[in-house]
């Protein structure tokens, strides 16, 4: 156990519902990031948080995704109008700014039907 | 463009060997490399880490090499135990942003 913690650790929808996981990062870290992961492959960059102030997007963050860290601890990844391409492991990580070490999070499967 | 990958997809050694699993890399300002463990169904597990002005770290029964000049990566696994098992990663990391993954080797370990 890392510290990191995500909720759901699986969520099952269906096609054009909107989902929302939260991530709790460990508490001295300012730094919160997101990855994606299908089975297989390694994981790809999503997004990254420093403080509230997110600094980085990939483009793979499609219009139907947002991340938010309102106060600068947990995160909440959304995802709206699902399709089944967004079927996926979802993981969180969490570092210290100006600490290149991630740790993660035990991760969020996603399943869209 | 920026890329980390890996030599072999699957690995398969003895109980008590040592496992050797290797890494390319291709962005020559990476300054920071990482080898992850992911079991199934979890998220990566940190085992090592190495910044580029150094050639080798070791740490329990693990060692990074760094060969900046091929720009190659590999971990060493002493006496390799089942509970090695699983599917590793390297990654790079520039300016301390994000991570970079390659695909990753799947390690069984026979007993």
């Known amino acids: 156990d890392t510290g990191v913690s995500q909720d759901p650790r699986h969520k099952i929808t269906k096609r054009g519902q909107n989902v929302t996981f939260r991530c709790d990062p460990i508490?001295?870290?300012?730094?919160l990031y997101w990855y994606r992961q299908t089975l297989g492959q390694g994981p790809e960059f999503l997004t990254y948080?420093?403080?509230?102030?997110?600094?980085?997007k990939s483009r793979l963050l499609s219009d139907r995704f947002s991340a938010e860290r309102p106060k600068g601890s947990f995160s909440t990844l959304e995802i709206q109008r699902t399709e089944q391409g967004d079927s996926a492991m979802y993981l969180c990580?969490?570092?210290?700014?100006?600490?290149?070490?991630?740790?993660f999070g035990p991760g969020t499967r996603l399943t869209v039907t | 463009g920026e890329s980390v990958g890996l030599h072999l997809p699957t690995l398969s050694v003895q109980e008590g060997d040592n496992s050797i699993i290797n890494c390319a890399y291709s962005?020559?300002?990476?300054?920071?490399f990482i080898w992850y463990k992911q079991e199934s169904g979890k998220g990566p597990q940190f085992i090592i880490d190495?910044?580029?002005?150094?050639d080798k770290r070791q740490g329990q029964r693990v060692t990074v090499l760094l060969n900046k000049t091929v720009k190659h990566l590999s971990l060493q696994i002493a006496a390799t135990q089942p509970g090695d098992s699983a599917v590793y990663f390297c990654?790079?990391?520039?300016?301390?942003?994000?991570?970079?993954f390659g695909q990753g080797t799947e390690l069984s370990v026979k007993p």
């Open positions: 962005n020559s300002a990476s300054d920071y």
């Open positions: 508490s001295e870290h300012n730094r």
């Open positions: 948080f420093q403080n509230e102030a997110q600094l980085e």
């Open positions: 990580a969490s570092g210290a700014a100006g600490s290149y070490e991630q740790y």
């Open positions: 190495i910044r580029s002005n150094m």
């Open positions: 990654a790079e990391n520039s300016r301390g942003g994000k991570l970079i």
